[in-house]
């Protein structure tokens, strides 16, 4: 099969190959995943249909009609997969950052009406063409950062209309750009005002009047299990009604208490749960059983929050745990796109090595997204989602702190401009 693109000279090709093909990588196998030296990748149309050894290429496949890449040593490996951002909201809260440098927590400026319930006025109030514009400029930063499959949720409207609105914009923002967008319904961010009291009757609402919506529009269902928000009871029972319609299942939970969420939507069979900061060994175990929950672990909040604790990733990984790393992006906690950091960071506070870092924003996190069967790594047969980088040695891509090495951006087999 002559070959549309090719990519020659990997000094160093980080395949992500080599593990199990039917679960996330966990334990040693988050860092046993396959590097060649002097490699190339060849694809046909938006697959990859090549992948050796610079020595193994078939010159007879490069034809006049091959676009050619030299990576010219330097390091290609997949395309980043992010796998948690609230991508579609209105306005920003850079005024609540000085209350939080004199000392006012997240719950604090949450229960002033600040917080989320400030982005939730300023999205439901927002014209659709403008919502759209702002994800549309933030899938080109990230698509700068080398991400090329998003997942986007909703969760800033909390009313059927902005919440359908803000999955609308989701989507069409998937369809005018290159980067994949997967879409998340996260209506079960926070109890509006309208409820304010009724946690249960909102997810009733929810449930009843909302869900029913969205089938065909999003993929996963998510709650934020936390003091505040929604209790584990009442998570249980709205992502059972969730999963009975069909959904994928994700939960915000263990972010700021202990309260057992993360085990309980595992339980469920949930294909991620999210934050895990105060996740305890026991429950932990219980994820590991799963063998298929991912943890995403998000270390800028932590950061952008200005907290110690950080979520237990080297403990989770000894226990059996598999890892995804994300920046969480959203205008309240996390107002970054940089997971390049957020895998530094990742590193630095949470004991992660280079190489479980580096499976923790491609193949785990593709994982995280119940894609792992077409992205996250480079393998024939899967999307020719690739990054050439801008460095020779894979230990070097956490070792530039907050830089962004990305040198071409490959997707659906074309190079990006
Ligand atoms: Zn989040």
């Not at 928000?229 to 009975?244: I, K, M, P």
Request: with cysteine.
């Amino acid at each position: 099969m002559a070959y549309s693109l090719l990519l020659r000279n990997c000094g160093q090709l980080l395949t992500l190959a080599g593990g199990p093909p039917d679960r996330p990588l966990t334990g040693a196998a988050l860092s046993d995943w396959r590097i060649l030296e002097n490699a190339f990748v060849a694809c046909a149309g938006p697959t990859i249909v090549a992948v050796g050894l610079m020595a193994e290429l078939d010159e007879t496949q490069v034809t006049a009609a091959t676009t050619v890449v030299d990576a010219a040593g330097q390091v290609v490996m997949p395309g980043l997969v992010e796998c948690h951002t609230h991508l579609v909201f209105a306005g920003n809260r850079a005024p609540e950052f000085q209350r939080k440098l004199q000392g006012e927590s997240y719950l604090d400026i949450l229960a002033s009406g600040g917080g989320i319930l400030s982005t939730v006025r300023a999205t439901r109030a927002a014209p659709e063409a403008g919502l759209l514009d702002n994800a549309l400029r933030h899938l080109h930063d990230f698509r700068r950062y080398g991400i090329t499959t998003l997942e986007a949720k909703s969760g800033y409207g909390l009313d059927r209309e902005t919440e359908l609105r803000l999955v609308r914009v989701a989507r069409e923002a998937g369809r005018r750009q290159p980067v994949r967008v997967v879409v998340t319904f996260l209506g079960a961010h926070v109890v509006p005002p309208e409820y304010r009291g009724r946690p249960a009757d909102y997810l009733d609402f929810l449930a009843a009047d909302v869900l029913p919506e969205l089938r065909g529009e999003a993929d996963f269902v998510d709650i934020f299990c936390e003091e505040g928000a929604f209790s584990v009871e009442d998570s249980r029972r709205y992502l059972e009604q969730a999963r009975a319609l069909g959904f994928g299942l994700k939960i915000h939970a263990e972010q700021l208490h202990d309260l057992g969420g993360c085990a309980m939507a595992a339980a469920l069979g949930a294909v991620s749960v999210d934050h895990c900061d105060y996740l305890n060994p026991a429950d932990a175990a219980r994820v590991a059983a799963t063998g298929r929950t991912v943890a995403v672990l998000l270390p800028l909040v932590p950061l952008f929050l200005r907290q110690e604790k950080y979520a237990p990733g080297r403990q989770l990984i000894d226990q059996g745990v598999p890892v995804a790393v994300s920046t969480d992006f959203n205008p309240g906690s996390c107002p970054g796109k940089n997971l390049w950091l957020a895998l530094s960071m990742a590193c630095l506070k949470m004991g992660l090595t280079p190489k479980e870092a580096i499976a923790a924003v491609t193949l785990n996190a593709a994982w995280a997204l119940s894609l792992a069967a077409e992205i996250g790594s480079v393998e024939v047969g899967k999307r020719a989602d690739l990054l050439v980088l801008d460095v020779r040695d894979y230990q070097e891509i956490p070792y530039w702190l907050g830089e962004n090495p990305v040198r071409d951006v490959v997707i659906g087999g074309r190079v990006c401009e």
